[in-house]
């Protein structure tokens, strides 16, 4: 297998406006494409993120709660690069997104943080 990248995330969300208005306008990602699909009375959502990468936001009628243990073997977190976190930070607390102390990867040494999405989806913001 030759891997050329990843090409989107899904994420399913429980309150697809809530979700739409998080990842749109507070997090800034641009819209590809908007599809309501009536027979399962769902929409799918294509988000840019960056220059290439992709999340797809799906909404379907009462989703199953996803089990919460940090530590449970699974997707972790959902990590996203920027340039500068100082001002990332400032941004989304300007727009009311509560976000931990930053840190720095001691392998790395690079800056890092994590909020919450709507559904309380674990993201990190990295300076890169």
């Known amino acids: 297998m030759k891997t050329k990248g990843i090409h989107h995330v899904a994420i399913i969300c429980s309150d697809y406006q809530k979700s ?4 749109v306008d507070i997090l800034g990602f641009a819209i590809i494409e908007e599809t309501y699909r009536a027979a399962r009375d769902s929409y799918k959502l294509d988000l840019r993120v960056g220059d290439c990468d992709g ?8 989703p199953p709660a996803r089990v919460n243990k940090p530590e ?8 996203f690069k920027v ?15 509560e976000l931990e102390e930053i ?4 392998i790395t ?4 943080t994590f909020f919450q999405d709507p559904d309380g989806l674990p993201l990190e913001m990295y300076e890169s």
């Open 20 to 23: 739409k208005h998080f990842y």
């Open 55 to 62: 999340i797809e936001l799906f909404s379907f009628p009462n």
């Open 72 to 79: 449970a073997c699974g997707l972790r977190h959902l990590a």
């Open 83 to 97: 340039e500068d976190i100082n001002e990332s930070v400032s941004s989304l607390q300007a727009k009311g997104v």
């Open 103 to 106: 840190r720095v990867d001691e």
């Open 109 to 112: 040494g690079k800056r890092f």
